[in-house]
């Protein structure tokens, strides 16, 4: 592996760093966080004091100059919350984190409350005035924030049950979905020893493991974390049916005609848009099939599910070396510096701050994050495992924070928020930038060539094709949860259904999959997210082989993109600033010709 020398701060990260939050604050302790936890429900008094019953009256400076108060009460809302929620994910054992943070978010929710009469008052306007209100210079800025309130018009209820569903959430929905963090949390895993006797016991260790050449260190990491979801499977289906029915009860009241159009309008994704994506990846599953027979044939065996990320090699090749924190993180500084050199100092910034959290400890969340804090910067949770899954996580997390460093250069708060498309193009766009430096400093060295493709193979079908997977069971879920109440045997019984389709007989689905959902978060977090991984990659794609066919010319109208946030509605955006059309059908069939190309090329390679 080849790197760009960096600074000696970065030479000297030998093992996985903690993140320092004293940009937030010190402690719990700290008074400056109880000041502003106080501060904040006197501002909320005073402002609805100040506006509540008056928004029609207001003309456009008024108006302009509230929302400025709003966004100012809602960046330090942010760090309030971000403060606790943090600490909690870096170790949910902490009981100390968890109680603040049920504090501040029982707080928060209350501010909430207080507020939310002003979006309300802003819909009751008559039509004519509002669109005087968005034609108006002074609220230029708001544009699309405007927009985006005479959306959800038809769905918002009076301010008194507005306020109950924002209290409910804290005992109901939010309850169960913290109920699952915590759970899973302070699960103790089988310990698994591989044979140059190295035991791995956390989730992150042993999820690390599925990527290891022997087959009954795979098979035996994988049993290990379904044994658990196996014990509570009843658990976490009776978690995900009361959280699909809340939303379902939700979406009655909101005349949603379903939770996913709910989710749709949120995501500011058309239903046709979501639809194509779900035919266009269903119609090529033959892509998958293949490559999956390829490596089996290679492996000399049927892949299992708990194989699908062996390397391809036998026991008896030298396994791939561990990927130092170190050297991985020099090289990918090196990656990013070989598109733009200010974007890799932004990137650099991360770890000479303290602002990412990669060391793997029991109790740490699972998974990885950027959380994002306006008028500050991001922190990135990940667990790195010195292996090149975990540099391509460090890479796809921070595109995330590049990302919302520049949405903050340019951003007020209400702008700051990506739609989920475009939240996740920076990110993908990382890991292709990762992939194309490795790729090219390491010629010499056939069998990391050979891994580097075959894992972009399947990054590219883990994206295109598991994660629009995963919508399709939530699409069964709550379609079913229309009906009634389900059990786990349902979700199980449909999961294995979905990816049997999937899987065809190129991999052989072991029993212990059907509890496999229990472990996807996104589920129980955020209905129908997934599918948007799956439409951002193709995004991402379209905007990679543009700067590959007309290079750094490409890179101002990018960080353009970058810098809008939620400024402007995305599928404009695209158009705009990268010339990317996610309506057109054919963006989507070329992200897809893309992987048929990648899979002619290894065919031809073996």
Not at 13 to 25: A, G, H, I, K, M
Not at 458 to 474: A, G, H, K, V, Y
Not at 504 to 519: K, N, S, T
Request: aromatic share 12%; glycine share 4%; charged share 25%.
């Amino acid at each position: 592996m080849v790197q760009t020398p960096q600074s000696p701060a970065i030479a000297n990260l030998e093992t996985p760093q903690e993140w320092d939050l004293s940009d937030l604050y010190q402690s719990f302790d700290d008074p400056q966080l109880h000041q502003d936890l106080d501060s904040l429900q006197q501002r909320a008094d005073e402002f609805r004091r100040a506006y509540r019953g008056k928004v029609a009256a207001l003309n456009p400076q008024d108006i302009a100059n509230a929302l400025r108060q709003l966004e100012s009460i809602g960046q330090k809302s942010g760090y309030v919350y971000a403060y606790p929620s943090l600490i909690f994910a870096a170790d949910t054992r902490n009981s100390e984190a968890k109680q603040f943070l049920d504090k501040v978010m029982e707080a928060l929710t209350e501010i909430e409350n207080q507020l939310l009469f002003f979006d309300l008052e802003l819909q009751q306007i008559t039509e004519d005035k509002f669109q005087g209100l968005l034609a108006a210079p002074e609220l230029a800025t708001y544009t699309h924030y405007l927009q985006r309130i005479a959306e959800f018009r038809p769905h918002k209820l009076s301010e008194e049950i507005e306020q109950t569903r924002n209290q409910d959430s804290l005992t109901g929905r939010q309850a169960f979905i913290q109920l699952r963090s915590v759970h899973l949390g302070e699960q103790e895993y089988e310990p698994v020893t591989t044979p140059d006797g190295k035991t791995s016991s956390t989730e992150a260790e042993l999820s690390a493991l599925l990527f290891h050449p022997s087959p009954d260190v795979r098979y035996n990491a994988y049993q290990s974390v379904r044994k658990v979801l196996k014990q509570h499977n009843s658990l976490y289906g009776f978690v995900v049916n009361t959280i699909a029915q809340d939303h379902r009860i939700e979406s009655q009241m909101r005349r949603y005609p379903s939770t996913l159009h709910k989710q749709l309008l949120a995501d500011e994704v058309s239903e046709s848009v979501f639809r194509a994506i779900m035919e266009g990846t269903a119609s090529r599953f033959e892509l998958f099939d293949r490559y999956y027979k390829l490596k089996g044939e290679a492996l000399g065996e049927k892949i299992r599910i708990c194989d699908i990320y062996a390397p391809w090699t036998r026991l008896d090749e030298e396994p791939l070396p561990p990927v130092k924190y170190n050297a991985g993180v020099e090289t990918l500084l090196a990656a990013l510096q070989e598109f733009d050199v200010n974007y890799a100092r932004r990137a650099e910034e991360f770890f000479l701050k303290n602002w990412i959290d990669a060391k793997v400890r029991p109790g740490k969340r699972g998974g990885a994050f950027c959380a994002y804090s306006h008028g500050k910067h991001s922190y990135l949770l990940l667990s790195y495992t010195e292996d090149y899954n975990s540099l391509f996580t460090l890479a796809h997390e921070m595109g995330h924070g590049l990302h919302f460093a520049w949405i903050d250069a340019a951003q007020s708060y209400y702008n700051s928020n990506p739609p989920l498309v475009l939240a996740e193009i920076a990110s993908t766009f990382n890991e292709l930038l990762l992939l194309d430096y490795l790729l090219k400093t390491s010629t010499d060295n056939k069998s990391l060539m050979k891994s580097l493709l075959t894992r972009q193979l399947e990054d590219q079908l883990n994206l295109l094709f598991r994660q629009s997977t995963i919508s399709r069971l939530e699409m069964a879920i709550h379609d079913r949860a229309k009906q009634g109440s389900f059990d786990a045997q349902f979700v199980n019984e449909k999961w294995m259904e979905l990816y049997g389709k999937l899987c065809g007989d190129a991999v052989e689905l072991l029993p212990e999959h059907q509890y496999d959902w229990a472990r996807i978060g996104h589920i129980f977090f955020k209905p129908f997210y997934c599918y948007q991984y799956t439409a951002s990659n193709i995004v991402s794609l379209a905007c990679y082989q543009k700067y590959r066919e007309i290079g750094k010319e490409f890179i101002p109208g990018y960080l353009e993109l970058l810098a809008a946030g939620g400024s402007l509605n995305q599928v404009e955006a695209l158009r705009k600033y990268v010339d990317v059309d996610i309506e057109n059908p054919e963006t989507i069939a070329s992200a897809l010709d893309y992987i048929e190309g990648l899979l002619d090329k290894l065919q031809a390679s073996l």
